[in-house]
């Protein structure tokens, strides 16, 4: 009966701030009146240095700036989990901004953060990996699952045809530490499309050590993928194609196949906004990148908040287009 009345309160609470009635909404008394940053909406990405963050922090910068707000970058420290970032979202809140942008760092990590956003009518719009929350003003990004399916037709179109490949050929998945929602369904629907369009493609994953304490630490990942990736492509036979599913493991797989002959490479299909990656791509060094519009989900994440304050509702998801690119 507690847990209904519970989630009748929140639901009721979540409703007044998706109102725009922030004057008329009373603080939790577990978070003190704090500063107002009047006109500065607070960005937590789960990244920083890699060319996606860096693009999309130009991008919100940018839109924010044109709207007369400007943006609070929070860098995540050198060791990161969800645990911080649930922290650190804690912190923010203290600030009163007027709006969030999120990154989740975990598909379910940040709900307990996430109702107190609602207890203070602070509005969150969700960007780069979606989180299974309604305690936000909606979603910016690309549409994760597509870009799955359009990396595994990249393959199954690349590959060497059938009557050419060996009887084992495999496709190898490059994973990463579990919890990132954007990669899953990336993950997901790449290797359902490929069991449906190419069953001559059998599939094999490297095997990113399970660990209790999750750590998403860069130099930290990418030895990790480095490690799991090398010692899969010496434990597997017919190996023609290597698919990483975000940045990092991208950049991480190319590091690693770069140093075999050009000969006996597999294939590499990644997700990236990496110049460097994409000029490789355009010189057949990589077989297919999914680029992302980093700036415009960005800036369009910001330009969600400003709506939201101006009491225009966005839609549900705002699904920003990426391109597929290959040498072919």
């Not at 705002?318 to 040498?327: D, F, R």
């Amino acid at each position: 009966m507690i847990e209904k009345l519970l989630k009748v309160l929140l639901v009721s609470v979540l409703m007044i701030g998706l109102t725009g009635c922030y004057g008329k909404t009373e603080r939790s008394a577990a978070l003190p009146p704090a500063a107002s940053v009047k006109n500065t909406i607070v960005v937590l990405p789960y990244g920083d240095h890699d060319a996606f963050w860096q693009q999309f922090r130009q991008g919100a910068s940018e839109a924010a700036k044109s709207a007369g707000y400007r943006v609070q970058w929070e860098s995540p420290p050198p060791v990161w989990s969800p645990k911080t970032q649930a922290e650190m979202l804690k912190n923010v809140l203290n600030l009163n901004p007027p709006g969030i942008v999120l990154g989740p760092l975990h598909r379910n990590k940040m709900q307990a953060a996430l109702v107190d956003t609602v207890k203070q009518a602070i509005p969150v719009v969700i960007a780069a990996s979606n989180e299974d929350t309604a305690y936000k003003v909606t979603y910016v990004g690309s549409d994760n699952t597509a870009i799955g399916v359009d990396l595994a037709k990249q393959v199954g179109k690349l590959t060497p045809q059938s009557h050419s490949r060996p009887p084992n050929s495999k496709v190898l998945v490059v994973d990463i530490q579990p919890g990132m929602r954007s990669f899953d369904l990336r993950k997901h629907a790449l290797m359902q499309t490929l069991l449906q369009s190419s069953p001559n493609l059998s599939v094999a994953q490297t095997q990113f050590s399970d660990e209790n304490e999750l750590n998403y630490e860069e130099s930290y990942l990418q030895s990790k993928i480095k490690e799991s990736l090398r010692k899969s492509l010496k434990e597997e036979s017919y190996v023609t194609a290597v698919v990483a599913l975000d940045e990092n493991s991208t950049k991480t797989a190319w590091h690693v196949l770069e140093l075999i002959p050009a000969e006996k490479r597999p294939l590499l299909f990644g997700v990236s906004v990496d110049p460097d990656l994409v000029k490789l791509c355009h010189q057949g060094k990589i077989a297919a990148l999914a680029v992302q519009d980093a700036h415009k989900i960005g800036a369009e994440s910001v330009q969600a908040i400003v709506g939201f304050k101006d009491g225009k509702r966005p839609p549900q998801q705002v699904l920003i287009p990426y391109k597929i690119i290959s040498a072919n």
